[in-house]
């Protein structure tokens, strides 16, 4: 079955990076996008980005444009998620999700809490 | 502020049909399909429906989703407890800046 395992919880300081992973298991890594959502305490889902295993290519919202970065390690069928000049407004439960299609995220990671505070 | 705009709440009561509606755009669901999620507090998000009206397997058909011009829609009959959660819409969006939209959520509520 397929299994996506994020990274443990983060607390960071204003103006830090936090890199948050993914692991995909149960299926081949490479045939499936990998999206980033995240969600503040209380908030909506907010879309950040994707990234193709297979070939490398990324897309970044604009408004994290600049300060986001996906990456992966094809041996280790991991994405990597990395979210630099934070804020306290970046708070939030961060989410990896396999995208078949677009906007189409069939699993989902169980979610990886980053609070940013002084 | 959502790209895709929900109603922020909906209820019902048990066996009841309830509906929520999603209303965006040309450049998301006017021309793209839509998603449906639902997500209970403190859990992931679960994929509801696809492709405007696909429900992935293991969904109960009391699960519904519809689209016509640039507003979607998502039914529930039937409905029960367990129903109780947020609901999300979300598509892409061709504009400029393409990139995945969602709607603000709808908290549905089982009386």
């Known amino acids: 079955q397929v299994h996506l395992v994020q990274s443990g919880a983060e607390v960071k300081k204003p103006g830090a990076s936090v890199k948050v992973s993914c692991k995909a298991s149960?299926?081949?890594?490479?045939?499936?996008?990998i999206n980033w959502v995240r969600q503040a305490t209380g908030q909506g889902l907010e879309w950040m980005g994707w990234?193709?295993?297979?070939?490398?290519?990324?897309g970044y919202a604009q408004k994290f444009q600049g300060r986001v970065t996906i990456t992966r390690n094809t041996s280790i069928s991991t994405v990597y998620m990395e979210l630099s000049s934070l804020r306290s407004e970046d708070t939030a439960m961060y989410y990896c999700?396999?995208?078949?299609?677009?906007?189409?995220?069939?699993?989902w990671g169980q979610g990886s809490l980053v609070t940013v505070s002084s | 502020q959502s790209v895709l705009t929900q109603p922020p709440s909906a209820s019902g009561t048990p066996g009841q049909r309830v509906t929520i509606s999603c209303s965006g755009s040309s450049s998301n669901i006017g021309s793209n399909t839509v998603n449906w999620y639902k997500q209970v507090p403190g859990t992931a998000p679960k994929l509801l429906i696809y492709s405007n009206n696909q429900r992935p397997s293991g969904v109960p058909d009391r699960f519904s989703g519809s689209k016509s011009g640039t507003s979607a829609s998502l039914a529930i009959s039937g409905l029960q407890s367990e129903d109780e959660a947020d609901y999300y819409c979300?598509?892409?969006?061709?504009?400029?800046?393409?990139?995945?939209?969602f709607g603000g959520g709808t908290k549905l509520t089982v009386l």
């Open positions: 149960g299926y081949t890594f490479t045939r499936y996008e």
């Open positions: 999700a396999r995208g078949p299609d677009t906007a189409r995220f069939d699993y």
């Open positions: 990234m193709n295993p297979n070939s490398g290519n990324t």
């Open positions: 979300a598509a892409w969006d061709d504009s400029l800046n393409a990139y995945v939209v």
